[in-house]
């Protein structure tokens, strides 16, 4: 089992800067690819970026050139640093970690074994 903690978010005005965590345990974060997903209100989850165990980073294309994904896996700490923040970006923010599996769809929701509890982004314009 593998536990995950989100942490980072708040209210920021746009064109604001935020850095979402995302502390894990139980498991060595090392051996899972690592997700962000969102959701707005009346909104179906969708996903904003990655990382593969390997180190290999995915992102939407709504966010790619603002938002960037890194792990420290000394830390079992997965970040988002979001830049250039706009009113759209407003979410609750879900971190999620997948099993390696033979492929990596980063994008879709079943890649993703275990999800934190979220943590809310407002951006205000």
């Known amino acids: 089992q593998v536990q995950l903690v989100e942490s980072g978010g708040g209210l920021v005005q746009a064109g604001g800067s935020l850095r979402l965590s995302c502390a894990a345990s139980?498991?060595?974060?090392?051996?899972?690819?690592m997700g962000w997903l969102r959701q707005a209100p009346g909104k179906e989850r969708e996903f904003v970026s990655a990382i593969s165990w390997s180190g290999d980073s995915y992102y939407a294309d709504s966010v790619k050139g603002r938002f960037t994904i890194s792990r420290d896996n000394a830390r079992n700490t997965v970040y988002l640093q979001m830049s250039s923040l706009k009113p759209e970006d407003t979410a609750v923010y879900y971190c999620a970690a997948g099993q390696k599996r033979f492929v990596f769809t980063p994008g879709r929701p079943e890649a993703y074994d275990y999800w934190g509890q979220g943590t809310q982004v407002t951006v205000s314009s």
């Open positions: 139980g498991r060595t974060l090392s051996n899972y690819n």
